[in-house]
C-alpha cells in the first residue's frame, strides 16, 4: 500500500508513539489528577511532559497554557465560542476548514456578525485584506496557517501584528502545519492543532494554546480533580479547559510523536518529499495543480474531463491511498475555482519515498491515459 492521505492523518506512526500508547494501557492506566497514588501522579507528570515537548516544538513560552482536546475542531471552538458574543464581529477567511466555517455560521446564528477575507486563486490570504475589515467591534480573527486543500501558507506573524495593533485577538488554525513546518508561537494569541497529523500521534488528541492575559469561557464544564468543592470551573491552566477525563493513552503516545518531530529532522525530510511529488504532479499532461509551490504537505489537483472521484477509486485499486472531493472545505474550493470538480489530493508524510511517489504517480498516468 502507498499511503498518501498523510494531510488527513499521518500514516504509519513511529514505534515509540504505538508503544507508548500499549505501555499506558498496560502499566499505568489511572486518570491524571484523580488520585495521590504513586500512577495517578506519573500520569498527571506524563500530560505535563507532553505539554512541554508541545512548547518546545513551537516555542510555547507557557506549557502550562496548553489545553488537551480531543481533536483540532474541538479547540477551534473552544476559543471561536469562549471569545464571541452577540453583538461582536469574528472575521474569518475563504480558505477555512468546516471546523471554523460551521463554528462561524452557528455564531452568525447567536448574533455574532461574520466578515470573510476573500483569498487569491492561489488560496492566499493577504493580511490587508484581512485588515480593511477591522472594526471597533472586532473581537476575533480566525485564520488557518496553511490550507488542507492546497497546502498554501498564510502569514500568521503580520496577522497577529495587525490584531494586535487594533486591540483584536487572532486565532490560528495549525492543524496542517504543526509538526511540517517549523512554527514559533512565542507571540501568537491562541492557536489550535491536531495531534494526528504533522505531531505524529493517534487520533483523538488536539491542543489548543492560549497565551497569558487571555481567558476565554470554557466550552465545557464538569469534573477536573481540583478545586472540586467549586461549583465554577477553575481558573487555573489546564484544568479550566479540562472537564473530564482526557484521553491520557493518547496523549501519551502523542508525547512520543513530538518528541520524534523534534528528534529526526522531520521538517527537511517533509519540504524535499513534498516538493519532489509537486515538481512530478505538475509536469504530468493533463494535471492542474492549483496553490503554490511554497507549501506543506497538501497538493490538490485537477483532471479535466477526468471525475476526481473516479481517479481516487481506480488508484485505491491500485493500492495507492488518496482522498478526492471537498475535503471538508467548500469555501476554499470556491476560492481556488475548484467547487464544481473537488479535487484529488496527496498529501506524502515522513514516511514516505520517492518511490511510492513515482509508483502512485505512474498509476495516476495510466488512469488519465485510459
Given at each position: 500500500m502507498i499511503y498518501l492521505d498523510n494531510a488527513a492523518t499521518t500514516f504509519p506512526k513511529p514505534n515509540e508513539v504505538t508503544d507508548a500508547l500499549t505501555a499506558y494501557m498496560t502499566s499505568c492506566g489511572a486518570s491524571p489528577g484523580r488520585g495521590g497514588y504513586d500512577s495517578s501522579i506519573r500520569s498527571a507528570e506524563m500530560l505535563f511532559e507532553c505539554q512541554e515537548e508541545i512548547a518546545r516544538l513551537l516555542s510555547i513560552p507557557s506549557p502550562e497554557r496548553i489545553v488537551f482536546t480531543k481533536n483540532a475542531t474541538e479547540a477551534l471552538n473552544a476559543a471561536i465560542f469562549g471569545t464571541v458574543d452577540a453583538g461582536d464581529e469574528i472575521i474569518i477567511s475563504s480558505m477555512e476548514h468546516n471546523a471554523v466555517m460551521r463554528a462561524a455560521h452557528e455564531c452568525s446564528r447567536r448574533g455574532v456578525y461574520v466578515k470573510i477575507a476573500h483569498g487569491s486563486p492561489t488560496g492566499k490570504i493577504a493580511p490587508e485584506s484581512i485588515k480593511n475589515l477591522i472594526t471597533d467591534k472586532t473581537k476575533l480573527i480566525c485564520l488557518i496557517h496553511s490550507s488542507n486543500v492546497c497546502g498554501t501558507?498564510?502569514?500568521?506573524?503580520?496577522?497577529?501584528?495587525?490584531?494586535?495593533?487594533?486591540?483584536?485577538?487572532?486565532?490560528?488554525?495549525?492543524?496542517?502545519?504543526?509538526?511540517?513546518?517549523?512554527?514559533?508561537?512565542?507571540?501568537?494569541?491562541?492557536?489550535?492543532?491536531?495531534?494526528?497529523?504533522?505531531?505524529?500521534?493517534?487520533?483523538?488528541?488536539?491542543?489548543?494554546?492560549?497565551?497569558?492575559?487571555?481567558?476565554?469561557?470554557p466550552l465545557l464544564f464538569g469534573g477536573t480533580g481540583s478545586y472540586s468543592e467549586s461549583a465554577r470551573m477553575p481558573l487555573i491552566y489546564p484544568d479550566r479547559f479540562h472537564a473530564g477525563t482526557v484521553n491520557a493513552p493518547g496523549i501519551a503516545a502523542l508525547c512520543e510523536g513530538v518528541r520524534f518531530v523534534?528528534?529526526?529532522?522531520?521538517?527537511?525530510?517533509?519540504?524535499?518529499?513534498?516538493?519532489?511529488?509537486?515538481?512530478?504532479?505538475?509536469?504530468?499532461?493533463?494535471?492542474?495543480?492549483?496553490?503554490?509551490?511554497?507549501?506543506?504537505?497538501?497538493?490538490?489537483?485537477?483532471?479535466?474531463?477526468?471525475?476526481?472521484?473516479?481517479?481516487?477509486?481506480?488508484?485505491?485499486?491500485?493500492?495507492?491511498?488518496?482522498?478526492?472531493?471537498?475535503?471538508?472545505?467548500?469555501?476554499?474550493?470556491?476560492?481556488?475555482?475548484?467547487?464544481?470538480?473537488?479535487?484529488?489530493?496527496?498529501?506524502?508524510?515522513?514516511?514516505?519515498?520517492?518511490?511510492?511517489?513515482?509508483?502512485?504517480l505512474s498509476a495516476l498516468k495510466k488512469i488519465i491515459g485510459k
Open positions: 501558507i498564510n502569514d500568521i506573524y503580520s496577522v497577529q501584528k495587525i490584531a494586535t495593533e487594533s486591540n483584536t485577538l487572532a486565532l490560528f488554525d495549525l492543524s496542517q502545519s504543526a509538526g511540517i513546518i517549523p512554527i514559533d508561537a512565542s507571540g501568537l494569541d491562541m492557536v489550535a492543532f491536531s495531534g494526528h497529523k504533522g505531531l505524529m500521534g493517534p487520533m483523538g488528541t488536539g491542543c489548543l494554546y492560549i497565551r497569558e492575559g487571555i481567558d476565554p469561557s523534534l528528534r529526526e529532522g522531520v521538517f527537511e525530510k517533509e519540504k524535499e518529499i513534498t516538493s519532489y511529488m509537486y515538481d512530478a504532479l505538475s509536469d504530468i499532461s493533463g494535471v492542474t495543480v492549483p496553490g503554490e509551490r511554497e507549501r506543506t504537505n497538501a497538493i490538490s489537483v485537477i483532471c479535466p474531463h477526468h471525475d476526481c472521484v473516479h481517479i481516487a477509486e481506480e488508484l485505491n485499486i491500485s493500492q495507492v491511498c488518496v482522498r478526492a472531493g471537498l475535503h471538508c472545505a467548500p469555501m476554499a474550493h470556491r476560492t481556488i475555482g475548484t467547487i464544481q470538480s473537488g479535487t484529488i489530493r496527496f498529501s506524502a508524510g515522513f514516511f514516505t519515498e520517492k518511490p511510492d511517489v513515482d509508483f502512485a
